[in-house]
């Protein structure tokens, strides 16, 4: 299994920031940056803003570190984090494996 972290960020430079340090700290595989469009209510205000979504894929072992580096980075308030698992094909998911062993 796979695991997945969402993230949306409030900029591509922030998002790229996030991933960065996932990657750097060799917690994360990969990473994708989607541009997207966020209709939510914040503090009773409705907002309609351009996000840019952190989609990283991960171990479940590596997925606790994932998230408090996207903690340490995010500048939102109160940053959206999810995470599920997914199956993968075997050839990928030993791929996701091995980009995240250190050394």
Same mark, same amino acid.
């Given at each position: ?34 541009? $997207?469009? +966020? =209709?939510y *209510?914040?503090?009773?205000t ?10 990283? %894929?991960? &171990? ?5 570190? $994932?998230? +408090? =580096?996207? *903690? ?14 997914? %199956?993968? &094909? ?10 995240? *062993?250190?050394?």
């Amino acid at each position: 299994m796979v695991t997945i972290i969402y993230s949306p960020f409030p900029s591509f430079k922030s998002a790229k920031v996030a991933a960065r340090r996932l990657l750097t700290a060799r917690v994360i595989a990969c990473a994708n940056i989607v541009k $997207s469009r +966020s =209709i939510y *209510k914040w503090k009773g205000t409705l907002q309609d803003t351009v996000e840019f979504i952190l989609i990283a %894929k991960t &171990t479940s072992k590596k997925k606790n570190e $994932s998230i +408090s =580096i996207i *903690k340490k980075s995010h500048p939102y308030e109160l940053p959206a984090i999810l995470t599920w698992s997914s %199956k993968a &094909t075997p050839s990928f998911e030993k791929w996701v494996i091995d980009e995240t *062993k250190k050394g």
